[in-house]
């Protein structure tokens, strides 16, 4: 087991949950000055707020403040997730980072909006507080925190949900009451399927990874199965920060008559069972190189070349290769 922060973990959940944190922080990444432009929208609000309007009162500053800390913490968190280096920290110490600090940020997040709630609540005993707590629900938690804390999860959901049903039974509103409760556990129950929904597609990506691969041990990929391969290592290598280089072999002159024995060539150059090789068309071919850097993958094209022209192709023909890297 290893620890993080004041959640415990093994390292096989870790290595499996972290690829649910990248997916998650690389379509953040593109959106990170929004989190900023929010967070000095909020730091004005209250600045002006304090410094310039004490005539709209004590209550109301502090409301305004509180909400405002809620959007401030909520954007910082936000931006936390999308801007950790993969290159800089690595996989697992960053899976161990981004749990750390969404923990101590989402706790904080929901304490806040728990004492919003009590203020409006302690002023406003009408209030429709059903809306207010499951907005914030939805503003403090999300998705890929409930996938991986889900204790954190259930304790930051009843820290917003549990004062204001606590303030409807002291009122004798017991039907609202019961209407938080099940609407908390609604979304706690709808959060959860779609985080489970989001790893079973991981799952599936992974499988359909692997299956992808076994074929290359009797028979070539076509065109198109060489696309959706691409695909999926491509998502993977991203996920896991690893290189990704492909090759694209034409043999010349076309319609050569030696493809049988000129694939069985290229199959002994490849060595690793991951490297995946594709019948494009005419003598066109392609190879797909997982965790391989360009310099890599212009050694094993050269290879590829070498073992070419050490051939014993029984033909008349002075058959060339050309190779593109990618």
Known sequence: MTKSGLIKISADELSAQHVTWYSYARMLCHYRWVYWAFSVL????????????????????????????????????????????????????????????????????????GCLSLVIIYHQHTIDYELLALLGVLVCLNIPRAAIL??????????????????????????????????????TIAINALAMLLKNHQDHEQHLLVAMRQPQKNNLLNA???????????????????????????????????????????????????????????????????????EQALLIAERLQSRLAQADLDTEEDIQLSVGLA
């Not at 910082?76 to 110490?93: E, P, R, V």
């Not at 889900?150 to 009451?177: D, E, K, N």
Request: net charge neutral.
């Open 150 to 187: 889900q204790t954190v999860f259930y304790i930051q959901t009843a820290i917003i949900t549990l004062p204001g049903i606590f303030f409807m039974l002291l009122q004798g509103r017991w039907a609202s009451a019961a209407v938080m409760l099940l609407a908390s556990s609604t979304i």
């Open 224 to 294: 198109a199965e060489f696309d959706v391969l691409l695909k999926l290592e491509w998502q993977y290598a991203a996920r896991e920060h690893q290189y990704l280089s492909a090759l694209k072999l034409e043999l010349e002159p076309a319609g050569s008559k030696q493809l049988p024995h000129f694939i069985s060539v290229i199959k002994t150059a490849l060595y690793r069972s991951s490297d995946c090789l594709a019948y494009v068309e005419g003598c066109i071919f392609k190879v797909l190189l997982p965790n391989t850097s360009a």
């Open 42 to 113: 909020a730091v004005l609000i209250i600045a002006k707020l304090y410094a310039f309007n004490w005539e709209r009162g004590l209550d109301q500053a502090l409301l305004i403040s509180l909400l405002c800390l809620i959007f401030l913490t909520s954007s910082f968190n936000l931006f936390i997730d999308s801007s950790f280096s993969l290159t800089k920290y690595g996989a697992d110490q960053e899976a161990r980072k981004l749990i750390d600090y969404n923990f101590y940020l989402t706790s904080l997040n929901s304490a806040l909006w």
